[in-house]
């Protein structure tokens, strides 16, 4: 475990649900980032959140909500997803001034769209 | 746009050989590069280069920064099979709020015995 704990680690959903993505970390560090890894593609950044305050969102469609209830969590609702948004979704955190130490990332979300 | 290009997309090798990967950037306001190794799924932190020319290593790994050629170097001497993974070299650019990550595509590096 890297410190970083995501949850589901897999989900499978229709077009039509409504699920949650679940971040955690307990590691001390005050920013939390979505990221999104299809195949053959680079991984792409989705959301940034610095002490719970959304400070990036890429371009990302509103059917991706983020939530940052504390500087420990972070959630990313789906609501009407495409198969095209089936991915690894994967959390990663940080401190603000980074040292050493860079981004942590979980084991992801295998997220299918059925 | 910020843009990573490694390079090569993908390597087989044979246990004991040693590898080098690359990755090349175009980022405006860059403040570091990062390798990352993704064995299964969560991609585990390699390196962080923020100096030119400065060699980090860590085992059988070892990395370096040009900022004038604006590219990095990942190597892996004597390679074991455990080092099969995909290799993310990523770079940080320094916002104005905050950092973020921009990617390459990945290095596939496969260690037969």
């Known amino acids: 475990e890297t410190g970083v704990t995501q949850t589901p680690r897999h989900l499978v959903m229709g077009m039509t649900n409504k699920k949650s993505l679940k971040c955690e970390q307990h590691?001390?560090?005050?920013?939390m980032y979505w990221y999104k890894q299809s195949a053959k593609k680079p991984l792409e950044l989705m959301f940034v959140y610095n002490f719970k305050e959304q400070t990036e969102n890429n371009s990302v469609p509103s059917r991706f909500s983020p939530e940052c209830p504390n500087s420990s969590h972070l959630f990313l609702h789906l609501h009407t997803l495409q198969p095209e948004d089936s991915a690894l979704y994967l959390c990663?955190?940080?401190?603000?001034?980074?040292?050493?130490?860079?981004?942590?990332f979980g084991s992801g979300t295998r997220l299918t769209v059925v | 746009e910020d843009k990573v290009v490694q390079s090569p997309l993908s390597l087989v090798v044979h246990e004991g050989d040693t590898v080098t990967l690359n990755c090349s950037y175009e980022?405006?306001?860059?403040?570091?590069l990062l390798w990352y190794k993704q064995e299964k799924k969560a991609p585990t932190f390699l390196f962080m280069l923020t100096s030119s020319g400065i060699e980090k290593k860590s085992g059988r790994l070892s990395s370096i920064l040009d900022k004038k050629e604006l590219s990095s170097i990942l190597n892996i001497t004597a390679t074991q099979t455990g080092d099969s993974a995909i290799y993310l070299c990523a770079v940080e650019a320094e916002e104005a709020s905050y950092g973020k990550l921009t990617f390459g595509q990945g290095t596939i590096l496969t260690v037969h015995p």
């Open positions: 980022v405006t306001n860059f403040r570091s």
């Open positions: 990663a955190s940080s401190h603000e001034y980074r040292g050493l130490d860079g981004y942590t």
């Open positions: 590691l001390g560090h005050n920013a």
